[in-house]
């Protein structure tokens, strides 16, 4: 157990909706990053949140689009959802960013699936 | 940009060693990462290798060569709990890790 909560943990969408994923990150810890895992890849960096700001962002479209609270949760918003964004979706928390060996606590993820 | 590549599958006896190789290319490297992915759980960190050479850790040890932009991770004693994937990941210039697709690891009786 990593400490970092996700919910849900399971969602079923329709192609068009909108989807927000939610992350309680691990106590100390003030950085959030997500991740979309499809079928059989590895994780792909969505964006991180530092102190509630954005610290970096991955190859995603501007549909996906995130959040940092003050108490260091995260939500995910995906607007329009497609096909192709049937995922795990993972959140990551860690201490501080821009450290060397600064290793990602992940929670269990949302499994999101769009028909 | 960065590019990681690790063999998609390997399969392995119990009790036996078992190296999963990874290789990357990045502009600017602040270590390298390996995670342990069981079906449908979290990946969970292994190691971090910033220098060259070998980081031991009970049955799991993890190598680097910076030069040659070469990691590989090698599991001892294999146990049937050790079927999993194993994430390579790269910290590059942004300290934000990139991983590779993973190796699925199946250890058979």
């Known amino acids: 157990e990593t400490g970092v909560t996700q919910s849900p943990t399971h969602l079923i969408k329709t192609r068009g909706q909108q989807v927000t994923l939610r992350c309680s990150s691990q106590?100390?810890?003030?950085?959030v990053s997500w991740y979309q895992q499809a079928l059989g890849q590895g994780p792909q960096f969505i964006f991180q949140?530092?102190?509630?700001?954005?610290?970096g962002r991955g190859n995603f479209p501007p549909r996906f689009s995130g959040l940092q609270f003050p108490n260091y949760s995260s939500e995910l918003n995906v607007n329009a959802l497609e096909l192709d964004d049937s995922a795990l979706y993972l959140c990551?928390?860690?201490?501080?960013?821009?450290?060397?060996?600064?290793?990602?606590?992940f929670g269990s993820g949302t499994q999101l699936s769009v028909l | 940009g960065q590019n990681i590549d690790q063999p998609t599958e390997m399969t392995a006896t119990e009790g036996a060693i078992v190296q999963i190789n990874c290789t990357y290319q990045?502009?600017?490297?602040?270590?390298l990462f390996w995670y342990q992915q069981h079906a449908g759980e979290a990946p969970t960190f292994l190691s971090y290798?910033?220098?060259?050479g070998l980081e031991e850790k009970g049955r799991f040890s993890s190598f680097l060569s910076r030069s040659k932009g070469y990691s590989y991770l090698l599991l001892k004693e294999l146990q049937m709990k050790d079927s999993a994937s194993y994430l390579c990941?790269?910290?590059?210039?942004?300290?934000?890790?990139?991983f590779g697709r993973g190796t699925s690891l199946i250890v058979h009786p």
């Open positions: 990551a928390s860690s201490l501080i960013p821009g450290q060397e060996n600064e290793k990602l606590f």
């Open positions: 106590s100390g810890h003030n950085t």
């Open positions: 949140y530092y102190r509630e700001e954005e610290n």
């Open positions: 990045t502009s600017g490297f602040n270590g």
């Open positions: 290798n910033v220098l060259d």
């Open positions: 990941a790269v910290s590059g210039g942004s300290y934000i890790p990139t």
